[in-house]
């Protein structure tokens, strides 16, 4: 504590005040109040309720007014100078209060902050969860619209071939001619392969969502497997359309599985196939350094390019006219997906698409 005394000449009115000032001191000591070297004008300013204490206080403390502290007792000059003013604190009496006094403030204020973070906390789950069930519902009804969506095309998808079958199985028992017999019962082959793939994508999609589609790895020969799908499709290719092959001199061996891929193989084969009405088709890969590159390139019509990245979507139909179901790409893309590669599409309208996937050569 700092005490400040100005000094004054020695005179009677000196010598009383100074005997005055004893008491003062002492309560000033006992109740830890602090001497500040500011004029009383300045206080009252800034001050207000101190200055009011102080009076109050001081009253007590000596038994006059505070009134006796002023220029009458002083010289003014001396009083403009260094005027004693005295703030009031707290009361303290031993150091372990001031430790305890900032122990209680640091933990009011740890409160204050758990409090908040607390609030912040259950603000921030209560908005976690509005946006989870927005996202939810949203999923909800995108399922529910897809759903219909299904629903009503494999109604028109699987009643056309079926109605195709039992059409040309009608005219084939009224019928007596061999060559329109023999024209009858490529039709309805036809069809019953159609209605077939029909049920195997949505058995296919069905096992994949309930992560039950199997995958038996085998070590497989690329060259002889791309041989296998070039002479099934051969002969489903349109007129006037070329389908040949382009492979590497030596095979390839890899361990992977070997039905899944060549379904995706054959998938771009049959896309290739419904587009592609003069020109060429062609089914090949590449050797690469982590994996094998396969391909089915065409000269077909092409798909535009907005409507390239949903080529892959779930019931994507880019020809309302054509017959399938819209799985056949998609399951494609989760096959390879799968097998740990990758699956694409390049494609400019009126000149051609090439589909692709990677595999890993993993041997």
């Not at 000591?29 to 102080?54: E, N, Q, R, W």
């Not at 505070?66 to 009458?72: M, Y």
């Not at 759903?147 to 009608?170: D, K, Q």
């Not at 899944?260 to 193989?265: D, F, G, H, Y």
């Amino acid at each position: 504590m700092i005490t400040m005394e100005p000094k004054i000449q020695s005179t009677t009115s000196t010598r009383a005040l100074r005997s005055k000032i004893g008491p003062i001191k002492a309560y000033l000591f006992k109740t830890s109040y602090v001497i500040s070297p500011i004029t009383p004008s300045d206080l009252k300013h800034s001050m207000k309720g101190a200055y009011k204490s102080f009076l109050s206080k001081t009253d007590q403390a000596y038994g006059h007014s505070t009134s006796t502290i002023n220029p009458k007792l002083y010289p003014i000059s001396t009083f403009k100078q260094m005027s004693l003013v005295v703030v009031p604190s707290f009361m303290i009496e031993s150091p372990f209060e001031i430790v305890a006094i900032a122990l209680i403030a640091f933990l009011l204020i740890l409160l204050s902050m758990r409090e908040h973070r607390h609030k912040k906390d259950i603000l921030d789950t209560e908005r976690n969860m509005a946006e989870e069930v927005i996202r939810l519902r949203e999923k909800a009804e995108e399922s529910n619209r897809l759903t219909s969506a299904f629903l009503a095309n494999m109604s028109h998808e699987i009643r056309t071939p079926l109605n195709a079958i039992v059409g040309f199985s009608t005219l084939i028992s009224e019928s007596e001619d061999k060559e329109e017999i023999k024209e009858f019962a490529k039709i309805i082959h036809a069809n019953n392969e159609l209605l077939l793939n029909l049920i195997n994508d949505i058995l296919d999609m069905s096992k994949i969502e309930a992560g039950i589609l199997d995958f038996l790895y085998t070590e497989v020969e690329i060259n002889e497997l791309i041989q296998t799908l070039w002479r099934s499709y051969r002969f489903k290719i349109k007129e006037g359309v070329e389908f040949r092959t382009e492979l590497p001199a030596e095979s390839y061996i890899i361990h992977t599985e070997r039905n899944r891929l060549s379904q995706v193989l054959a998938n771009f084969i049959n896309n290739a196939c419904k587009y592609t009405f003069e020109g060429m088709i062609t089914i090949g890969y590449e050797i690469r350094k982590d994996d094998i590159y396969f391909f089915v390139t065409d000269t077909g019509k092409g798909i535009a390019e907005e409507n390239i990245s949903r080529v892959f979507d779930r019931f994507a139909k880019l020809d309302s006219f054509t017959q399938g179901t819209g799985l056949g790409l998609s399951i494609c893309e989760l096959i390879i997906k799968h097998l740990g590669g990758e699956i694409g599409v390049e494609s400019s309208v009126g000149k051609g698409s090439t589909f692709w996937c990677t595999v890993p050569t993993r041997k």
